[in-house]
């Protein structure tokens, strides 16, 4: 009685890894339609206990942001191998995207999914920074013949810019504290960003040039900060940087919201408080499209802030100055 006892457990431990490898294909089907869907249900049910409370969805939406925006929809999978080590089985595939591929490794223990691994990192594009930089050099050239900028507010306002830089952040890392959801994130990010970037830019420009504060804002954050992080993340830290969205998207969003901050902040010059509200909502719009990967739809909205702030403003402000 004891041999055929034997065999069966010997043919349970060689099929063991091929039952397991084939539920582990069936998880990375789900965990494709997941990230490309945001529904984090769908991997939920194969995930044991302990991994639930780790990989949350909260976790599973931070995840899933970083990977679209660095490597675009996935498009599918091909297994790598697996082996048994310590007690647990771990199968590696490598999942192919839009704009590149990276290995997922999973961990099985007593038939559970225990463990996920993910080799994703941030793709660098040297050619979106650059791109970057001419939209904002490109607004301050254009409007250099009408109204040469005044050298002094152009400097505060890229002063104001790297403040920014330094606020910015925080609210992001306090809304991965206090919300779980992307869509509720970046709107709190969104927000605040809007009320603290228009808010600045006001006071400023009260009494002041306005044009050109705003002028100055977009090339500290998209010329300076664009030259200053690129250095620091890719030859001193050793990390690439992305620039999400696309290059395309990256020089459009240079460009108009640069045009965006200088028409503003002449605006706040001509008109005072009155259109803060208006300025502050438009922002809050497109942070809040770029926050959760419309930017198709945020580039939209931008052209109608820019003209919305030219005729609100700036264009008779660039006048009122021409004439004096």
Do not use: C
């Amino acid at each position: 009685m004891r041999k055929p006892a034997v065999v069966v457990l010997l043919i349970t431990a060689l099929l063991l890894p091929t039952v397991l490898a084939n539920v582990s294909s069936d998880f990375m089907n789900s965990f494709i339609e997941a990230v490309n869907t945001g529904n984090y249900s769908l991997i939920e049910p194969y995930m044991s206990s302990e991994l639930k409370a780790q990989f949350t969805e909260g976790y599973f939406e931070q995840i899933r942001e970083f990977t679209l925006k660095n490597y675009g929809k996935l498009i599918g999978y091909t297994y790598v191998k697996n082996e048994t080590s310590g007690g647990f089985l771990r199968v590696e595939y490598r999942v192919e995207a839009e704009k590149g591929s990276f290995p997922v490794l999973l961990a099985y223990k007593n038939g559970q999914l225990v463990g996920i691994a993910l080799g994703i990192r941030a793709r660098p594009n040297p050619t979106g920074m650059l791109l970057t930089m001419l939209g904002a050099l490109i607004v301050l050239a254009l409007f250099w013949p009408f109204k040469r900028p005044e050298v002094a507010d152009l400097i505060l306002g890229a002063g104001i810019a790297l403040v920014l830089a330094i606020i910015i952040p925080f609210y992001s890392i306090t809304s991965l504290f206090l919300l779980t959801s992307l869509q509720a994130r970046a709107f709190m990010v969104a927000f605040l960003s809007a009320l603290t970037i228009e808010g600045l830019k006001f006071y400023f420009s009260r009494n002041r040039n306005g044009l050109s504060i705003g002028l100055g804002i977009g090339i500290g954050q998209y010329v300076l900060l664009s030259v200053g992080t690129f250095v620091a993340t890719n030859f001193i830290m050793k990390l690439p940087v992305s620039f999400s969205g696309g290059a395309s998207y990256a020089f459009l969003e240079a460009l108009l919201f640069t045009t965006f901050h200088g028409l503003s902040g002449q605006s706040y010059s001509v008109k005072g408080f009155r259109v803060y509200p208006l300025f502050a909502a438009l922002e809050l719009a497109v942070l809040y499209l770029m926050g959760v990967g419309s930017y198709g739809l945020a580039i939209g909205v931008l052209v109608l802030s820019a003209g919305v702030a030219w005729t609100g403003g700036g264009s008779v402000g660039i006048s009122r100055r021409k004439a004096r």
